[in-house]
């Protein structure tokens, strides 16, 4: 009896805890500043990982997905990063795909941008009446010296 | 669940649910874009092929409610679903900026 050889679709239908633990532990860092991940998959049954922002919004910022051997890394408006066989490789540079910008950071800068904003305008008028003053006692203190 | 060819797809309106989230409305946008890629006899790959794009696997990503359809590729995305790209994107508004379809279309119809 002879057995006809079918190629053997690899790995599909779902992450092997491998694939999922080289991608976790290349973005870990991303995760512990408010990320998620999910999983889904395509019609066609490629797994996809995907990144997600912080709240409240949680769209996509990255995703890895499998397509038969290759893994392709994909921003969240559909930008080709990279493709590769190797997964370890696809990690790295979706590790350094991460946006990095610290959101605690930006919180930080706008309200320190409002405090001044909000100085600038109560100030100001002091300071221009601090002016006036100014020009209107020089001449006479000029005067009396 | 199949339409009629000149079923108006525009009809749908959101879940009678208190403010639903972003990442709840993006799924029911994915949902809706993938009824209207069936309704186009399209498949996944057959669109991204269409759009230019080298992958299916951003279509996926919309699809499954993760990211947008970008404005950028809006219009060529609803002509290739045989969709008034006007109206397409209108529809997606409701899902992406709820409060800014309401703003700019109020409570009509969707």
């Known amino acids: 009896m002879s057995v006809v050889a079918f190629e053997r679709k690899l790995n599909s239908g779902e992450w092997s805890e491998r694939e999922l633990g080289t991608i976790l532990a290349a973005l870990d860092k991303a995760l512990a500043r408010g990320r998620e991940w999910e999983t889904g998959a395509t019609e066609a049954g490629d797994v996809q990982f995907y990144l997600l922002g912080p709240l409240p919004d949680q769209a996509c910022e990255l995703c890895v997905s499998r397509v038969g051997r290759s893994y392709i890394l994909e921003d969240g408006t559909g930008r080709l990063l990279f493709e590769h066989r190797n997964l370890d490789l696809v990690a790295l540079h979706a590790k350094a795909a991460v946006p990095s910008t610290s959101w605690v950071m930006v919180r930080a800068i706008t309200l320190w941008c409002a405090i001044r904003s909000t100085l600038h305008e109560k100030a100001e008028p002091w300071l221009v009446e601090g002016e006036e003053l100014f020009v209107q006692f020089v001449p006479q203190l000029a005067a009396f010296a | ?110």
């Open chain 2, 1 to 110: 669940m199949k339409r009629g060819k000149h079923q108006d797809v525009f009809t749908e309106r959101l879940p009678a649910k208190a403010a639903p989230d972003a990442k709840q409305l993006r799924k029911l946008a994915g949902d809706w874009l993938k009824q209207r890629r069936a309704d186009a006899e399209l498949s996944q790959a057959d669109l991204a092929a269409r759009l230019g794009l080298k992958y299916y696997t951003f279509i996926s990503q919309v699809e499954n409610g993760f990211s947008r359809v970008p404005t950028e590729i809006m219009g060529a995305w609803a002509s290739e679903l045989g969709l008034e790209p006007a109206a397409f994107a209108r529809h997606l508004l409701m899902y992406y900026e709820p409060e800014l379809h309401r703003l700019l279309f109020g409570a009509e119809r969707k």
